[in-house]
């Protein structure tokens, strides 16, 4: 009760609290469904990563076609197939979002205005949003760090993986590429 | 120096991986837009597009930054021969 009470007093917090509270009145969702998907997502969670560390501690003992080090970077297509690939699904994405927007005027809105005002939203995109940006950050701290130290970066990784299957590697570069462009390149 | 060629099951592994965080996820957000935007109901797209209109700057730091991510990836700068 202490701590809720010293929480509450910080209004950042107070908000946030209060979405989640009408989120809980608007889905009454038993409390057992809901520590047992918890604790589900949490096991789903902990195997992904054990995958991931599984798969890439064993990496630079011998992956892909290695060369002084570092792995080839020679794939069934040429880097220029990823990269204009990924530019024009980036302007592809950008006009569809206009195409949906003059089919949905009403979409034209800034965050937490008209459509967008509902405050627990607005508080998971911002939250998400300065999460994203953190995550990325970081990783560009570990890539620039790996260089210096020797240790194999990202990019090593992902070289691996694109020489693995070329092909889901440009599908999903022009599938991310798509996303932003239609996300983030927003019409006037 | 000899180059190794690596054993085909981990690249396999590293394939499953990326197909996993990344595939599943890009295919939920495809999903989530085109199937949410056909009710006439607001999709995480029409959110993400509201919190760029609402800051213009960062979207746009933000589109500059997966570009050159792209281009750091994928651009082919040394080749072995």
Redo the contacts between chains.
Sequence with gaps: MVVTARLCRRHHVRALLLAVIRIRDRWPIPQRIVRIGLFGAAIAIVALLWKIWSVTTSTPTGLCAVLNGSPFTTFSYPSQVFVFTAILAYVAGHLTSRYVVEVRPELIALLGEERFERIGPVLVVKLFATGSLLIATILNVYEARAFTTGTWPITYFVWCATAASPLLALLGAATFSFLIGRWLWIPR | ?D?????AS??????????????LA?TL??AN?ILI?RN?E?SV????????????M???A??F???AL???????T???G
């Excluded at chain 2, 180059?3 to 054993?7: F, S, T």
């Excluded at chain 2, 981990?10 to 595939?23: A, D, E, M, Q, S």
């Excluded at chain 2, 792209?70 to 082919?76: A, L, Q, R, S, V």
Aim: proline share 5%.
């Design positions: 120096m180059p190794q060629v690596a054993d981990t690249n396999l592994g590293l394939l499953k991986v990326g197909i996993v965080v990344f595939g890009l957000l495809a837009g935007s006439s607001t797209g029409h959110w993400a597009q509201a919190w760029a209109r609402r800051y213009p960062f979207a746009l933000t589109s930054f997966f570009g792209i281009g750091h990836f994928f651009c082919d040394w080749n072995p």
